[in-house]
């Protein structure tokens, strides 16, 4: 029983690492922010970023031009860029849960070998919106050390610059 115990230890890690990344927008007015994270073509680019398919939305998103309703939940399969493990990691499902509560967006992410919450909240400095992440490891597979999550958390910083950039996106706000 011990042996089983340890061996489950093993597998599964759960941790509170928590870590925080800001990036600078070019935004000068949270509404427009808060109507990009509502908006559902944000959320069709960011899948089209990391290369999913087999997407599923709960509730579907019938309506480009209407806003996302929260909760909202997505799963899809995708490749993670992982490093230090590229040939372990194939193509995997990823559940993600969002809600918000004002101009705060809360998700939850959900794979094969971690899970993890993250809070993007817009806040105003000099003039313009910085988006704050802060990320918190629910639960990790051994192979995967706590210091991924700020990988991650900087994917999410990273893609939300990149979708800022196209036209299309930003034209419905």
Not at 65 to 81: A, C, H, L, N, R
Not at 96 to 105: A, E, G, M, S, V
Request: positive net charge; aromatic residues 16%.
């Amino acid at each position: 029983m011990i042996f089983f115990c340890l061996l489950l230890l093993f597998f599964y890690v759960n941790a509170n690492y928590m870590t925080n990344n800001r990036i600078i927008t070019k935004f000068k007015d949270k509404k427009k922010i808060v109507n990009l994270l509502t908006n559902p073509n944000f959320y069709y680019k960011y899948l089209d970023i990391v290369k999913a398919s087999d997407i599923n939305f709960v509730p579907e998103i019938e309506n480009l031009d209407s806003e996302v309703q929260f909760p909202q939940s997505i799963s899809y399969y995708s490749t993670p860029k992982i490093s230090f493990l590229p040939t372990l990691i194939t193509k995997m499902k990823i559940n993600q849960k969002w809600t918000r509560d004002k101009d705060i967006f809360y998700g939850h992410i959900r794979t094969k070998y971690l899970e993890f919450n993250i809070t993007i909240e817009p806040i105003l400095k000099n003039k313009h919106y910085l988006l704050d992440f802060k990320g918190t490891m629910i639960k990790k597979n051994f192979l995967i050390p706590e210091k991924y999550l700020d990988q991650l958390i900087e994917e999410f910083g990273d893609i939300f610059l990149q979708i800022t950039e196209t036209e299309k996106c930003l034209s419905n706000n």
